[in-house]
């Protein structure tokens, strides 16, 4: 059975900085794509960042400059550290893993494995 349990989630005021980890079991991240989608109230789910399975990573828009998404093999741990948050991070997110590799399309409905996510909160 598949199981990805994001933590890290929290509160913390605006330039403040968090750490998301999504522990993988059932699965190898070092064979998957993971990564970590978001979805804000009243919002469309949208994708963040992505790990493929050699280490080459995706990122949507703009999200880059200020995340950066990591992995522990060893720990079967993906990690997405968030720098210089805003309130408009404010969301709910969302681990999630791919068999397969992550290119240039990505898209909620084609990732096989969810976690029930972990919640950001940004106060300005």
């Known amino acids: 059975q598949v199981q990805l349990v994001e933590s890290g989630g929290g509160s913390v005021r605006s330039g403040g900085s968090l750490r998301l980890s999504c522990a993988a079991s059932g699965i190898s991240i070092s064979e998957y794509c993971t990564g970590w989608f978001r979805q804000a109230p009243g919002k469309e789910r949208e994708g963040v960042a992505f790990?493929?399975?050699?280490?080459?990573?995706r990122y949507l828009d703009s999200f880059q400059d200020r995340f950066a998404i990591s992995r522990d093999p060893a720990k079967n741990i993906v990690y997405l550290q968030m720098n210089s948050l805003k309130p408009e991070d404010t969301a709910m997110y969302y681990c999630a893993a791919l068999d397969g590799f992550c290119g240039t399309f990505i898209a909620a409905p084609i990732f096989h494995h969810w976690g029930q996510g972990t919640q950001v909160t940004i106060s300005s």
């Open positions: 790990i493929n399975g050699d280490s080459s990573t």
